[in-house]
Structure formats: C-alpha cells, structure tokens
C-alpha cells in the first residue's frame, strides 16, 4: 500500500503561480511513477504530469507545458508540481497519484491517489 498526501493548493489569480507537494510513503512506493492529475466539475480526470523517481524522465499534457514542472525529491520523498502562469482553465481538483508507468499513468490507469488539493485560478 502507499500512501499519498497532497498540500499547497489554493486560490491565486491569473498568471500567478502555486506550488503542490505529494509527499509517499509506504510500501516500495519508490517501484512506481508519480505524477497529477486532475479533475474540474463535470469533466474527466486529466493527466497533468508524471516523473520517475531519481531519474529524470518526465512527462506533461499539452495543456501545460512550458508552464508546470514536476520534480522530485528523493531525500525527502516528496514530489512537488510547480504551476507557473496560471490560467482560470488550470481550476481543478489536483491529485497525486502513483501508476506502474508514466504511460499507464497517461492512460489513466493510477494505483494510487490521495485525497487531492482543490487549485482555483481567478480572471
């Protein structure tokens, strides 16, 4: 089992920027790829990003790239997404999540998630 616990959302206006933290832990959860999704009312969940830990592999939907960057800190077993040049579309409930691949996870096929962080980018 791993566990994962998001924070940093929050409310910040267009073109501003946010921080989320996922910090694991648990079971081997080093084996998988971490990465976020995200969900807004009445839409499907949307891969955002995802990482492998300690390797420099990483991956972003469309949408935000050139804006997101997703990291990851081993000592600290943390895995940070940071949102610059925020945009009111970006609003969104954020999860972290672990996925057997950056593929799978794209797929949307997650293992698992925490209980998200609400984001709301104002105009």
């Known amino acids: 089992q791993v566990q994962l616990v998001e924070s940093g959302g929050g409310l910040v206006q267009a073109g501003g920027s946010l921080r989320l933290s996922c910090a694991a832990s648990?079971?081997?959860?080093?084996?998988?790829?971490m990465g976020w999704f995200r969900q807004a009312p009445g839409k499907e969940r949307e891969f955002v990003a995802g990482?492998?830990?300690?390797?420099?592999?990483?991956d972003y939907a469309d949408s935000v790239k050139g804006r997101f960057t997703i990291t990851s800190d081993m000592a600290k077993n943390t895995v940070y997404l940071q949102m610059n040049n925020l945009k009111p579309e970006d609003t969104a409930v954020y999860y972290c999540?672990?996925?057997?691949?950056?593929?799978?996870?794209?797929?949307?096929?997650?293992?698992?998630w925490g209980q998200g962080t609400q984001v709301t980018v104002s105009s």
């Open positions: 999540n672990a996925a057997s691949s950056i593929t799978t996870m794209k797929n949307g096929e997650y293992l698992y």
């Open positions: 648990g079971r081997a959860f080093r084996s998988y790829a």
């Open positions: 990482i492998r830990w300690g390797i420099s592999t990483t």
